[in-house]
C-alpha cells in the first residue's frame, strides 16, 4: 500500500519542481513559494554550488566552474544540438528496437514502419535548416538594405548604432552577445539550435516546432494503438472474463488489464509517456510561437513591451501624484474662503485624472494575421518587390 503513495508524492513533487521552474516568474505566483523554489532552481542553488565547490575545492575550482559556464551559456556551442540528435536517435532506435515488431498489427498498417522515417526525417530536416541558416545578419555590407525593411516606431526602436557592430542597428534588430552579431528581426538566441532566430530562420523555427510537436503527438498515438491492437489481437478481456471470471466491468477489468500491460508492454507505455509529455510542452511553446508570428512580434519585442508598459504605468502614477499634490496646494491657500473638500471629492476627482490613462501598445508592425503569417514565410528582406523598390 506504500508504493502508490509514494508515487503519488514523487508525481506532487516532480510537478511542483516543473511548474516552479517553468512558470515561477509568472505575475500570478508574485510572492508565493512557488516564485521562492523558482528563484533556487533559476540562480540560488548554482550560487550555493559555486561556495561549496570553492570551500571544498579552492578558488581554481570554482574558477574552473564558472568557465564551464561560460562556455555552456555564453559562447556558441554544440552541446544541446548533440542532446537533441541523441534524444531524437535514441528515441527513434528504442521504438525501432523495442514496437516495430508489433507493426504490422491489428490496428496499425505496415505503412507506418515508413512513414516514420520520413517524419523523422522532415524533423531531422527542418533541424538542420533552423541551426544552420543564416537568421540575417546585419554587416556593413547589407544593413541599408535592413534599415530600409521596417520603419523605427520611436517606441522601443530608436535609430541608433550598435556600439559592437559600429554599423545603425535596424528597427526589430538585436545584437546577440553570444554569436556576437547584429540579428535583423531578432526573436531569441536558441541554444537548441546554436544559432539565432531572426528574420530569415523563424518560419524553420516555427516549422521545427509544429511539426515535432505533431511528431510526438504521433508517435504516442500509434504506440497506443499498438498496445490496445496487442490486447485485442491476445484475446486479454476474453481470456480475463471466461477462464480467469473476473468481472466484465470497466473497475473490474482494468487493474487486471493494467498489470498484463505493465508486464508485457511496460516499454511502449513508458515510451508513449514520454512523447505524451514533451508533445505536451512543446504544444504550449508552439502555439506561443504560432500567436507571435500572427500579431507580428518577436520574443525579443515581448520583453521590451512589457517594460515600456511597466514604464508607462510609473509615469502616470508620477503624473497623477503630481496632480493630487497641485490640487491639495491649491486647495490649501483657498482654504480660508472654502469649506475642505469631502474625502469623496477628492478620491472622484483623483479617479479622473490621467493615472487612468490607459497604457496602449500599439505595434506598427502588425499588418493583419494574413499579411503578419505571409511575412514570416517570405520575409521582407528577400522580396524581389522589396528589392526593386529599393533600387528605385
Ligand atoms: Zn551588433
Ligand atoms: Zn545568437
Known amino acids: 500500500m506504500d508504493v502508490p503513495w509514494l508515487l503519488v508524492a514523487h508525481g506532487a513533487v516532480t510537478a511542483l519542481v516543473v511548474v516552479s521552474f517553468l512558470c515561477g516568474q509568472w505575475p500570478i505566483f508574485e510572492g508565493t513559494f512557488v516564485q521562492s523554489i523558482n528563484h533556487f532552481l533559476t540562480s540560488g542553488a548554482y550560487r550555493h554550488f559555486l561556495r561549496l565547490v570553492q570551500a571544498a575545492c579552492g578558488t581554481g575550482a570554482r574558477d574552473l566552474v564558472l568557465g564551464v559556464e561560460q562556455y555552456c551559456c555564453d559562447r556558441p556551442n554544440p552541446i544541446l544540438q548533440v542532446f537533441y540528435v541523441a534524444i531524437i536517435g535514441g528515441t527513434y532506435f528504442i521504438i525501432v528496437q523495442s514496437s516495430f515488431k508489433y507493426i504490422p498489427g491489428y490496428y496499425v498498417s505496415v505503412l507506418h514502419r515508413y ?3 520520413v517524419v523523422v526525417s522532415i524533423g531531422a530536416i527542418l533541424f538542420v535548416l533552423t541551426s544552420f541558416s543564416d537568421p540575417g545578419t546585419v554587416t556593413s555590407e547589407n544593413v541599408s538594405h ?8 520611436n517606441i522601443i526602436y530608436v535609430e541608433k548604432e550598435c556600439s559592437t557592430c559600429k554599423i545603425t542597428r535596424p528597427a526589430r534588430a538585436k545584437h546577440c552577445r553570444i554569436c556576437d552579431r547584429c540579428v535583423a528581426r531578432f526573436d531569441h538566441h536558441c541554444g537548441w539550435m546554436n544559432n539565432c532566430i531572426g528574420e530569415k530562420n523563424t518560419r524553420y523555427f516555427v516549422a521545427f516546432l509544429v511539426w515535432h510537436f505533431l511528431l510526438c503527438l504521433y508517435g504516442a498515438i500509434i504506440l497506443g494503438f499498438i498496445v490496445a491492437g496487442e490486447l485485442k489481437d491476445k484475446k486479454v478481456v476474453y481470456i480475463l472474463t471466461v477462464y480467469y471470471g473476473i468481472d466484465n466491468s470497466f473497475s473490474g477489468l482494468f487493474p487486471h488489464v493494467a498489470q498484463w500491460l505493465l508486464a508485457v508492454h511496460n516499454t511502449q507505455i513508458l515510451l508513449a509517456v514520454f512523447l505524451g509529455i514533451i508533445a505536451l510542452l512543446l504544444g504550449g511553446f508552439c502555439a506561443y510561437h504560432v500567436h507571435l508570428c500572427l500579431s507580428n512580434t518577436t520574443t525579443n519585442e515581448t ?3 512589457q517594460d515600456y508598459v511597466f514604464w508607462m504605468k510609473k509615469e502616470n502614477a508620477a503624473k497623477a501624484s503630481t496632480y493630487t499634490l497641485k490640487a491639495s496646494i491649491n486647495a490649501g491657500s483657498s482654504e480660508a474662503q472654502k469649506s475642505p473638500p469631502s474625502k469623496w471629492k477628492t478620491f472622484f476627482s483623483r479617479s ?6 490607459p497604457v496602449v501598445k500599439n505595434n506598427i508592425y502588425d499588418v493583419g494575421w494574413i499579411r503578419n503569417l505571409c511575412e514570416v514565410m517570405v520575409p521582407l528582406s528577400e522580396r524581389r518587390s522589396f528589392s526593386s523598390k529599393k533600387s528605385e
Do not use: M, N, Q
Request: proline share 5%; no cysteine.
Open 115 to 117: 512513414l516514420s522515417i
Open 146 to 153: 535592413y534599415v530600409s525593411a521596417y520603419p523605427f516606431d
Open 303 to 305: 520583453f521590451k513591451w
Open 352 to 357: 479622473g485624472t490621467r493615472a487612468k490613462e
